[in-house]
């Protein structure tokens, strides 16, 4: 029965409640993706069918509206008396996946759908059991769009005092955060609102050689660990391991010792906290006891809590190349204490590195050179992730600008970046004066600088909605001209803030006053991992090509949820190469290259970060660099069977292009690995 002659069914019944208007097409739509997941490729059949499913639905429901579930009930009937079985079973299936989808959704919003806003179905599970408002019995008392109206109203207070209202801007920072263009770091989306109210996700202390000074730290990084957020620590002014102690006529522990004793520390807070809290030890490589931090987690089960970077000077790296010795310095007295040779223990780091990961490289002598309040003193350490190089007790609060979001019809919306990158400005300098800090020293210390960290996420997507490959000339200079965009951007609207609320007390005397340019922020630019956050925003992680195209990763210590890339899944079925088996393929294996069945340019676009040689790594971590006025959290990624050769020069290619850090990891070498590819999908 042709469609146009049926004319009596006009409307339907949401599972809401609403009436909206009937769709045929939409049966039509469904039909035909049952088929194709059973290997069915006839559209025609599909339109057949949903005629005869409209022409039952005109016969049963003549004079009343049906409901969804009654459409698809006789969608469910046609196809089992059409004897197209499988296809039915198919169809029931995947009504039963979206039932329990909505099971699930309505358990956090209470069947509101309209309180998920755009949240997937993963993004909410995470939500539901990390960042909404719950009760003593631990019940959730909190919807998505609860949370971020909680967030928008508290950190739009921050208005009020330099005189300006904020019932608008509370209303520009919620529609930001709800339409997934921007989203601040965790512990703002969890406390801000919040008897709690710490929002900066980054700390850096200081650890002085003396019990004090050790133990008075540990305490604050307690404090910091207990409301969700992390530490940096550099614990090169210990004194050497076995070295004199005068006040007990004893010997000194060492750094490594005392590294020990916060990594039991932190776990154990860790357990009780609203999350795990990372750290970051460093250790310049002219320390006495250098060889003992390479080598301090050559077991599994040694400083879980830290990450580990070796503070390497220029002066060092020259060594390497000239095959030289260096000076080693006796951090208690600051004078010559003796010299090795700099390619051995060059060999011992990447071979650490090639075994666990650990250490990464922090370059600090151009850290220093980059930093624009180095009249403040040095800087020694970074955050627990790299991205954000701070001064003794300075912290940071980060977000991320969700590209996506900003890529239509292949074209950028530079406007709409604009205008986004603005209102992300004002919404972080306003987290920094809303901030509850552990310790007067750190919020002293952190609103002189008022440094933020304004990021992106989904530059991978970005690329691949542009069609452009991510390890290319055209990769590059496109995420320069993002990365400058948004930087100019920022700057622009600091500037602004500081003729309306003043500069930040740092900027006299900081590289920025010499340059005349008035700043409300001594930085505003840092690339962050973007771990959670970009899966609640659906976007590829921070600067970062795909890690794989489907991919199994663990969030949450015992939650494993799965992906399939949208953009790949689009791309497919427009180009007519989609199929459940091409799918199945993707999922068991480590990349897309050598599945012929998918066409070169698009197996070309889609390039995962172990498709990509470590030398355009680098390069794309460099070309960003240059517009990042903080670091870069990127991982160079290398397959299992890489030597340790390359992870010798990927090394060296680091430091000579001028980043100023590097962290590697070696698919397979570390027993908890977050994402996982290939056999046992």
């Not at 050689?209 to 620590?233: C, P, V, Y």
């Not at 090169?236 to 005392?258: C, E, I, Q, T, Y």
């Not at 970005?462 to 100019?488: H, M, P, Q, V, W």
């Not at 180009?575 to 999922?587: H, N």
Request: with cysteine.
């Amino acid at each position: 029965m042709p469609s146009e002659q049926i004319t009596s069914i006009k409307n339907i019944i949401k599972r809401d409640g609403r009436v909206d208007e009937f769709n045929l097409k939409k049966i039509e739509d469904a039909i035909f993706s049952a088929a194709e997941s059973v290997g069915g490729n006839d559209k025609t059949l599909a339109k057949e069918l949903a005629e005869k499913v409209h022409a039952s639905l005109n016969e049963k429901f003549y004079n009343r509206t049906p409901t969804v579930d009654d459409v698809q009930d006789l969608v469910e009937k046609t196809l089992i008396e059409e004897g197209h079985a499988q296809t039915a079973k198919a169809f029931i299936l995947f009504r039963h996946k979206k039932d329990q989808e909505r099971e699930q959704r309505a358990l956090i919003t209470g069947g509101e759908d309209n309180e998920n806003l755009n949240f997937s179905t993963q993004a909410l599970k995470i939500l539901e059991r990390r960042y909404l408002l719950k009760n003593p019995e631990g019940i959730v008392i909190e919807t998505p769009k609860g949370m971020l109206r909680r967030v928008a109203k508290n950190i739009a207070q921050a208005d009020k005092l330099y005189g300006e209202p904020a019932e608008e801007t509370e209303e520009k920072f919620y529609n930001l955060m709800a339409e997934l263009k921007f989203l601040p770091n965790s512990p703002t989306l969890m406390n801000a609102g919040t008897t709690t109210q710490q929002l900066g996700s980054c700390f850096v202390l200081p650890v002085e050689d003396t019990m004090e000074g050790i133990f008075g730290s540990l305490k604050h990084a307690a404090l910091i660990h207990q409301r969700g957020s992390g530490t940096g620590f550099s614990f090169s002014r210990l004194r050497r391991k076995g070295d004199f102690v005068k006040a007990n006529v004893g010997v000194a522990a060492g750094p490594v010792s005392f590294m020990k004793v916060y990594d039991k520390a932190l776990e154990a807070i860790k357990q009780g906290g609203i999350r795990p809290g990372a750290n970051m030890a460093v250790l310049r490589v002219d320390h006495p006891d250098i060889i003992r931090f390479i080598e301090a987690k050559g077991s599994k089960n040694s400083l879980k809590n830290f990450n580990l970077s070796v503070a390497i000077t220029d002066r060092f790296m020259r060594s390497v190349e000239a095959d030289r010795e260096y000076f080693i310095t006796d951090p208690k007295t600051e004078r010559y204490f003796g010299k090795m040779r700099a390619k051995d223990v060059f060999a011992m780091i990447t071979q650490n590195a090639w075994k666990s990961g650990d250490p990464g490289l922090i370059f600090i002598d151009e850290i220093n050179r980059k930093h624009p309040a180095n009249h403040l003193g040095e800087i020694e350490t970074t955050n627990q992730c790299g991205e954000a190089p701070l001064l003794p007790y300075e912290g940071i609060v980060l977000g991320s600008i969700n590209l996506n979001k900003f890529i239509h019809d292949q074209k950028i919306d530079w406007d709409n970046l604009q205008e986004s990158v603005r209102l992300a400005v004002h919404f972080l300098d306003n987290v920094i004066d809303m901030n509850s800090y552990p310790a007067k020293v750190i919020e002293k210390q952190t609103k002189k600088t008022r440094k933020f960290g304004l990021g992106m996420m989904g530059l991978a997507d970005a690329l691949a909605k542009l069609r452009i490959k991510y390890n290319s000339e055209e990769g590059l200079e496109t995420a320069e001209k993002i990365i400058s965009f948004i930087k100019d951007c920022a700057y622009e609207k600091s500037a602004e803030m500081a003729e309306k609320r003043g500069v930040c007390p740092a900027w006299e005397g900081s590289e920025h006053q010499n340059e005349g340019i008035k700043l409300r922020n001594m930085t505003c630019i840092s690339l962050s991992p973007t771990g959670t956050i970009s899966i609640l925003a659906n976007a590829s992680s921070g600067c970062e090509p795909f890690f794989a195209i489907s991919y199994h990763q663990s969030v949450l210590g015992d939650t494993e949820l799965v992906y399939l890339n949208k953009t790949f899944e689009k791309i497919a079925k427009e180009r007519g190469f989609y199929s459940p088996e091409l799918i199945r393929k993707i999922a068991s294996s480590a990349g897309l290259q050598h599945l012929k069945e998918i066409p070169k340019d698009v197996r070309e676009i889609f390039v995962t970060a172990q498709d990509i040689e470590p030398e355009w790594h680098i390069r794309m971590q460099s070309t960003l660099q240059k517009h990042v006025d903080n670091s870069i959290s990127k991982t160079i990624n290398f397959p299992r069977n890489a030597a340790i050769k390359d992870v010798e020069e990927a090394y060296m290619l680091a430091w000579k292009s001028k980043c100023k850090g590097i962290t590697i990891y070696r698919d397979g070498s570390y027993e908890d690995q977050v994402v996982t590819i290939g056999e046992g999908m």
